[in-house]
């Protein structure tokens, strides 16, 4: 039997208040260039992630539901296109999987952008179109999104609101984005964890450990009026001291909760990860601006009531424009199309607000300059046993990271670096029909970005080291009852060399190597006994040149390699793809453990 398929059609939801998009508004478009000279690519071109199987193998959902259809031709500065969800009878909850599929093209050359979707104002996908280098360019992203089951009843219960904001213009460029997003909805027995195909359903399987069952409730951390703002739920960050916040009253029976931190970045610091340490050099001279020169370090963080409740320095995703476009084309860059989220598991502060009354949680980034755009889950678990609990926060240490700066540059040449450490340990408890239970979270982080330019300012380097441990205890009467223990390690290289065509201030014939690393190891164990551990490995390597000029690629091209391998005690798979050229010369994959070499 065929799995039902319902649509949606889009219809304008009426807003309160009229927003007109102005020069302070929120916009999520990048500031490069499409390509202007192209190698000859054949219509129509995929954009592929290698990640997962795809995550309709061997299993068929119970039915798929076409949420949202919208053609996104010239929105910049409108609010994010939205509709009201109806859900079909013969696929009532509980489901045991929940997957989005995004699939989107481009008509024609346009600029890559930045997207969001939203279910009533809680983010559950960040995402980045490709670079369109021809006509008719096309692309799928999937994601498991089971751990938003409290969004999807409620969507369901209340035929609640699905927004997707896509910023796009065709003023320049004509090519416009066309979205389908579709919810598939599956019952019955999950494919075995030894089957490949059970892990067709997320990039990074290990994000499971971190929430276990999904929330009992979910609660929106976004701009309370997205659905009528010209910068949608987003909120927008512009410099070190701007925190937003969102005033949020949680049940007073909940006993855990967990803060999902949605970002991506903009403008001067769309690639932060590359900006040198401001110096007076830097300052005064052409090629590196000073607001572009504050060093590679940034850390997004949270607050409850304006006290710091943790952090993580963001893994670097590349956009589709950014080092050498011709890299991620038709590969795309880790991470690009299900950004990154950033998980802080405030269960140690629930004491501090279980007394019925509004906390405002604030977002920021250290360090940042225009612009970041952010939104953030608080994630909710509650006692159905009882009315309301009682907790307290029993241990808070939080130093300001060690951060070491260091830039010393003569004429154009130079190098800077930035180094930080820190440890963070936070502790309470709640009492609850579990028992009075402790939970102790504790944060390490090291981090070192290092730029060098030399040869005249011919040759530059970049590398960054980024590495966490969280570690997640869950006690009672000073017995371990559950430890959870988080590797995360982002590392990247990055090395260019250029010559002048013709003259200073002509275009620039830029060679560029790359590689770049997600890393994540994830240990459970319950009652002092190892109940899991999976290690993720996302690698790329790529080579290639491009003629900049004015900053952005005229003609160029890129080979580059991508690893992805995910192993647990019962699975082993890895999807190793070659691309040269924007021709893909290599694609395998291996299920077996046995047949697959560690990387």
Known sequence: MHPSLFLLLLFPLSCTTFYLPTAAAASSLPESSPLQTMPAISAPFEHLDPTLPPAFTGQSPKCSVLALRHHFAHTLGSPPASTNYTHPKGCPAPWTRIVLELSASASDLQKDRVAAVWIDGAEILRTSTPLPLAPDTYWRVEKDITQYTALL?????????????????????PGIYSVNLTFHFYRGAVAAAHDARSLGYAAHPTIKSLYRDPADLIVPISHEKGYCSSGGFWFRIDNALHVPTAAVTIPRNAYRAVLEIFSSYHEADKSWYTNPLRSSYLQDHAGFSAGAANGGFRQVYATIDGRFVGGH???????????????????????????????????????????????????????????????????????????????????????????????????????????????????????????????????????????????????????????????????????????????????????????????????????????????????????????????????????????????????????????????????????????????????????????????
């Not at 590689?515 to 240990?523: I, R």
């Open 153 to 173: 009843t409620r969507l369901v219960q209340t035929n609640g609101t699905i927004s997707m904001m896509l910023e796009n213009s065709i003023a320049a460029l």
């Open 313 to 599: 320095i963001p893994f670097a995703t590349i956009y589709p424009s950014s080092i050498n476009p011709y890299f991620w084309s038709p590969v795309t860059a880790i991470g690009a199309f299900d950004m990154p989220s950033y998980d802080i598991n405030v269960t140690p502060f629930l004491g501090l607000m279980l007394d019925g009354l509004p906390h405002k949680i604030g977002l920021g980034v250290r360090d940042s300059q225009p612009y970041w755009l952010l939104t953030a889950n608080l994630h909710v678990w509650v006692d159905a046993w009882s009315d309301s609990l009682e907790g307290d926060l029993v241990e808070y240490i939080a130093p300001e990271l060690k951060i070491s700066r260091q830039a010393g540059w003569m004429s154009e040449d130079g190098q800077s670096e930035v180094l930080a450490e820190g440890l963070m340990q936070f502790a309470g408890w709640v009492s609850s029909s579990n028992g009075n239970l402790t939970t102790r979270v504790i944060q390490k982080v090291k981090f070192k970005n290092q730029v060098q330019v030399h040869n005249r300012g011919t040759f530059s380097q970049v590398e960054m080291v980024n590495k966490e441990q969280t570690t997640v205890e869950v006690s009672k009467e000073r017995q371990v009852l559950e430890r959870l223990q988080l590797l995360r390690e982002g590392p990247l290289q990055v090395q260019t060399s250029s010559i002048n065509m013709n003259t200073m201030g002509g275009p620039r014939l830029e060679r560029t190597r790359m590689y770049h690393q997600l890393q994540e190891t994830v240990n459970l164990n319950r009652n002092q006994q190892a109940a899991t551990t999976s290690t993720l490995i996302d690698r790329q390597d790529a080579e290639g040149s491009a003629l900049m000029r004015g900053g952005s690629a005229e003609w160029g091209s890129g080979d580059t390699r991508s690893i992805y391998k995910y192993r647990d005690e019962r699975t082993c798979y890895q999807r190793t793809m070659n691309t040269k050229g924007g021709v893909i010369v290599a694609d395998s994959t291996s299920p077996s453990c046995s047949s697959v070499a560690d990387i």
